[in-house]
């Protein structure tokens, strides 16, 4: 089992950033590939971003290329998401997933086995 926590969510204005975190615990974090995705009111759950276990390779969504920036530190058992030039439709809550090895799937929210509690994401306009 491995449990996440994110965090770091919150009301921001159009253009702005923040940083949202991830901390997991449970079972060896370095083993695990990591993914954030996010889910708008009403809407289905979306891919944003993926970084392998390493942190060698990234891949996002094309909504959020060139804006956001995932990372990791294995030694603290972290992943972070970096979003910047914020616009309102990036309003959603941000849930933090895991999976054991390697995703089925990358953009797939079915490829992964664990997810976080999620953190609200609000950008006014």
């Known amino acids: 089992q491995v449990q996440l926590v994110e965090s770091g969510g919150g009301l921001v204005q159009a253009g702005g950033s923040l940083r949202l975190s991830c901390a997991a615990s449970?079972?060896?974090?370095?083993?695990?590939?990591m993914a954030w995705f996010r889910q708008a009111p009403g809407k289905e759950r979306d891919f944003v971003a993926y970084?392998?276990?390493?942190?060698?390779?990234?891949y996002y969504a094309d909504s959020v290329k060139g804006r956001f920036t995932i990372s990791r530190d294995n030694a603290k058992n972290t992943v972070w998401l970096q979003v910047n030039s914020l616009k309102p439709e990036d309003t959603a809550v941000y849930y933090c997933?895991?999976?054991?090895?390697?995703?089925?799937?990358?953009?797939?929210?079915?490829?992964?086995?664990?997810w976080g509690q999620g953190t609200q994401v609000t950008v006014s306009s």
């Open positions: 449970g079972q060896t974090f370095s083993v695990h590939t």
């Open positions: 997933a895991a999976v054991f090895g390697v995703p089925s799937t990358v953009p797939a929210a079915t490829s992964y086995d664990y």
């Open positions: 970084i392998n276990r390493s942190g060698t390779n990234t």
